[in-house]
């Protein structure tokens, strides 16, 4: 399998990133970790292993990314502004330096943006920030309003990547064209104190014309087993 790592300097973050690349070819995806985890996460808990045989044949390609959530949205010394401004500088980084890297290495049109707890926010809120680029969301165990790490507190940052926030004020024709494009499957347990989060996503989605596939497991499903069987039952869409 082929693996590549890569550091630079981050002129959005002003600080080192690191990640991980996986495969030679194939859909793109950029993989986010679990809360304030760190871009080998999903190598070291086995599910890149699990994606060994896609890998190889070339049909993915997996950008595992590093966190700063212990400098944005878990910086509770912080003001929530400051929370939200930081977590638009690493939008920033993946937009405007990890997307641009994925294009030049692999001219693959496909993107999708995956995470499971924590990491599901980041790829719902990125995909929703920026729909022009994202074509299939998967989600797993996430939470979809980050006004519970704010205290209520809303900005324009706390605002356009939330999407439980814009998603219901979004009346601009073209980004909702965009929105409606992409497949965005959520998949969390019934048992999970965030599927309140997702069921209400789902609606929010629907209401404004866009389609999404809400996957309710039994009972909590809120693990690493259980997020790699989410991983390879929708990895290719909506089964």
């Not at 010394?77 to 405007?96: C, E, K, T, W």
């Not at 990547?161 to 004020?169: G, V």
């Amino acid at each position: 399998m082929h693996r590549e790592f890569h550091r630079w300097y981050s002129p959005s973050l002003r600080r080192s990133m690191e990640l991980l690349i996986f495969g030679h070819g194939g859909a793109r995806v950029i993989i986010f970790p679990t809360s304030k985890g760190r871009f080998y996460e999903w190598e070291d808990r086995g599910m890149v292993a699990s994606l060994g045989h896609h890998l190889s044949n070339g049909w993915l390609q997996l950008y595992c990314v590093d966190s700063v959530d212990s400098e944005s949205w878990y910086n509770w010394r912080s003001h929530p502004g400051a929370r939200a401004y930081r977590h638009h500088q690493y939008m920033d980084y993946v937009r405007n330096e990890v997307v641009p890297l994925s294009e030049h290495k692999n001219r693959n049109p496909f993107l999708m943006t995956m995470g499971a707890s924590f990491g599901a926010f980041h790829a719902m809120s990125f995909a929703v920030r920026y729909p022009d680029k994202v074509d299939r969301v998967l989600a797993f165990s996430g939470l979809f309003d980050i006004r519970g790490f704010t205290d209520g507190y809303s900005d324009a940052y706390v605002y356009q990547y939330n999407p439980m926030e814009c998603i219901p004020r979004e009346w601009d024709p073209n980004r909702l064209a965009q929105l409606r494009h992409m497949d965005i499957i959520m998949a969390t347990g019934r048992d999970d104190r965030l599927i309140s989060s997702a069921r209400a996503m789902s609606a929010v989605f629907w209401s404004k014309g866009i389609g999404n596939a809400l996957r309710e497991w039994d009972g909590w499903s809120h693990d690493w087993p259980y997020w790699t069987k989410m991983m390879h039952m929708y990895i290719n869409g909506h089964d």
